[in-house]
């Protein structure tokens, strides 16, 4: 969907979430561990419009679904998200349209649900390009290995995209002296639902390959929290996962570096991280000067 004009593709809560009846995307339903909202930070960073400071970090789809199907609590997404959600939509169903009146059924129907090619949105990671392991474990403030309990779909900060309930099993790195980390929810660039008449889709990546219930995750946490405890990264390269199945996917980059190509599992991964962290090497200086202007001078939404 090209009304996404911005994204940081990893949101990680480091909250304690109680527990929710199971469901999907319906009015009153509820993927467990995973809640309707999830509060703004209260030292919000500077925004274009003074309500966004109020509005919830996160937005389950759900709560947003009346019982009938259509869309209800709409301002609880920044305008200027639900404006190019609309508009993106607006200009879909007009395609729509003008495919059915010219016959061309097949067309239409392809209009009518979420592309299975990448949606072109723009993806920033800050300046900050990992292009293998050994890179994204020194540039990671914690690294955290999980299970997936749950995933829910809705809108971080008024993105678009997929929250993930995690279950840490294990710390890889940990996080300074910060406190001990037993769940996340982490941030994941994928939708594919529709509200009425509004589809939203987000696919951005050629592999099908989406993070389910019961998988396997590694996550590296690039960015402290926030006082609510909320940490914004930089986007899905900073997560890999592994299936019941054992199919590990990896971000798109770390598909050109060699080594990356040769793993097979997460555990393969893990002895790479632990080789990469006990280097006695350090960031090359223009990372660092990235690293120390991001954390003196976070970037504004």
Known sequence: MQALRKSNSVLLALLTAGSLAGGSIEAGGSPPEIPLRIPPPEKTRTTTESSAAELPAWVSARAIHSESGSLVNWDLIPSHYRRSYETAN????????????????????????CPETPTKFFR???????????????????????????????FIEGRVGSLLFVEIDETLKAPGERPVVKQL??????????????????????????????????????????????????????????????????PTSLRGDLP???????????????????????LPTSWAIIWDSMISHPVAN
């Open 124 to 154: 920033s990671n800050h300046g900050r390009r990992n292009q293998n392991l050994t890179d994204l474990t020194l540039s990671a403030e914690a690294i955290y290995r999980g299970t997936i309990r749950a995933r829910d779909a809705g």
């Open 185 to 250: 929810f982490v941030e994941y660039p994928f939708a594919d639902f529709q509200i009425g008449d509004m589809l939203f889709c987000l696919r951005p990546d050629r592999t099908p390959a989406v993070p389910e219930e019961g998988d396997s995750i590694l996550v590296f946490v690039l960015f402290p929290p926030t006082d609510r405890g909320l940490v914004v990264g930089s986007r899905s390269e900073e997560i890999l996962f592994e299936s019941s199945a054992g199919a590990l996917s990896l």
């Open 260 to 282: 990356s190509q040769r793993l097979k599992t997460l555990a393969d991964a893990e002895e790479r991280i632990a080789r990469a962290r006990d280097k006695k090497t350090s």
């Open 90 to 113: 607006q200009e879909r169903l007009k395609e729509i349209e003008s495919a059915r009146s010219a016959g061309k059924v097949e067309k239409a129907a392809e209009l009518a649900k």
